[in-house]
Nanobody
Framework: QVQLVESGGGLVQAGGSLRLSCAAS????????MGWFRQAPGKEREFVAT????????DAADSVKGRFTIFRDNAKNTVYLQMNSLKPEDTAVYYC????????????????WGQGTQVTVSS
């Protein structure tokens, strides 16, 4: 069982920045690819970014490329999402997720999920 806990969400003005954190339990964090997804009320869960277990490969949605960066610190069992140049359309609950080894863009490929953290961007 992998436990994931997100933090770092909040209210920010358009153009501002936030850094989200996702802390994982257990001793096998380095075996997992990690992903960030987001979901606004009444909308489908949307892929944001992912990073491979060995930190060699990252991928991000076109809507956030150049603004968001995913990175991890395996010594701290934590994955981060640095969010810059935030826009009102980035407002959503952000979730981290885990799967073994390979990065994926689809939510159903991930086995473990955190409870989410709210990000609200004001115009």
């Amino acid at each position: 069982q992998v436990q994931l806990v997100e933090s770092g969400g909040g209210l920010v003005q358009a153009g501002g920045s936030l850094r989200l954190s996702c802390a994982a339990s257990g001793r096998t964090f380095s075996m997992y690819a990690m992903g960030w997804f987001r979901q606004a009320p009444g909308k489908e869960r949307e892929f944001v970014a992912t990073i491979s277990s060995n930190d060699a490969i990252t991928d991000a949605a076109d809507s956030v490329k150049g603004r968001f960066t995913i990175f991890r610190d395996n010594a701290k069992n934590t994955v981060y999402l640095q969010m810059n140049s935030l826009k009102p359309e980035d407002t959503a609950v952000y979730y981290c997720a885990a799967r073994l080894y390979g990065i994926r863009r689809t939510a159903h490929e991930y086995n473990y999920w955190g409870q989410g953290t709210q990000v609200t961007v004001s115009s």
